[in-house]
């Protein structure tokens, strides 16, 4: 008895065509230009199709390898089996044409990063790949303020935009763009920043799940003032020389600084000397040098700077963002 069972010049051609299913279904994606990592882009984005596609042809190479080698030559079954593989390998071809072309049209969803640099400066890097010429990525960064959901969760709010952008991609289809945000003077809680293609996503700040967005805490708290004070004796009247310094003043609301010079004398009652409500610059710093002429009609002088209340007194009590100091006048020589 022969090894193999006799095979006809036609079921040889069909079990052919049906053991060349893997190499079919190759060349039609390298047809579509679907190689190398886009073969791995396509299983991951569309694995139904890809596992239709692939799975199919391998049954399309075994239903080949029965009709070849297992079946009577022109038996009922051998035609049976290769109609049944031609089928399969038509659905393979199918499923890889639809996966391929699937995965050629699709659109990767664009990346955003934040790298914090020194001092108030932050780095904001936008990534996108596989974009049509018509196609967008809009990008949003804004302060976040820490708020409390209905059930008392905590949670995150969107507060003050601090830049927003949209960004067309090159001829190949892609996007990298970097840009430097200087943050505004002030307490921040946290920095949110998205990126999306399309339809705005909802605000991924609290649960959930959406395009491109990220939130990193940015740790900025306001300093409390910072009061020199010292005397110029060398004058023929004692003259008080103050110096304030304070970073990271908050813009929105505007925060001030109010500075006051009581004169002390024993029985009476204190005087204000000097008084001055003072703003911080554009980037939150104040630093200021000023001068009082004290004289000598007292013994004592009570200096007190505040950026809590508007009407300190000195000495004043225990509290954030209020310093004082109290000097007595040098004697005549």
Known sequence: MPRFLPIGKEAKGAAGFLLAALPALGALLTALAISGDLIGRMARNHPLASFGAFGSAAVAVFLGAIAAYGLQEGSREERGVLSLGIIVLGVALLFGVYAGVETWGDRAQPSITVTPKSGSLVAVSVHGIGLRSSDHIVVEVEQ??????????????????????????????????TVNLSLPAGDFDGLGARAWVGDEPRPCYTRGNT????????????????????????????????????????????????????????????????????????????????????????????????????????????????VWMQLAVPAAH
């Not at 708020?147 to 952008?165: H, I, K, M, V």
């Not at 600084?257 to 104040?286: D, H």
């Open 144 to 177: 976040l303020l820490r708020a409390s959901d209905r059930n008392g969760r905590p949670t995150w709010q969107p507060g003050q935009p601090l830049y927003g952008a949209s960004l067309g991609p090159n001829g190949s289809g892609e996007i990298e763009h």
């Open 211 to 322: 395009t491109g967005c990220v939130r990193v805490h940015i740790s900025r708290p306001q300093e409390r003032p910072q009061l020199s004070v010292v005397w110029e004796t060398f004058v023929r009247v004692p003259r008080l020389l103050l110096r304030l310094r304070a970073r990271n003043l908050s813009q929105r609301p505007s925060h001030s600084m109010t500075l006051r010079v009581f004169g002390i004398a024993a029985g009476q009652p204190r005087r204000n000397l000097a008084e001055w409500s003072l703003a911080p610059n554009a980037g939150g710093e104040f630093d200021r040098s000023l001068a009082v002429v004290v004289g000598r009609a007292y013994s004592d002088v009570c200096v007190v700077a505040s950026i809590s209340t508007r009407d300190p007194e000195c000495p004043a009590p225990v509290e954030d963002g209020t």
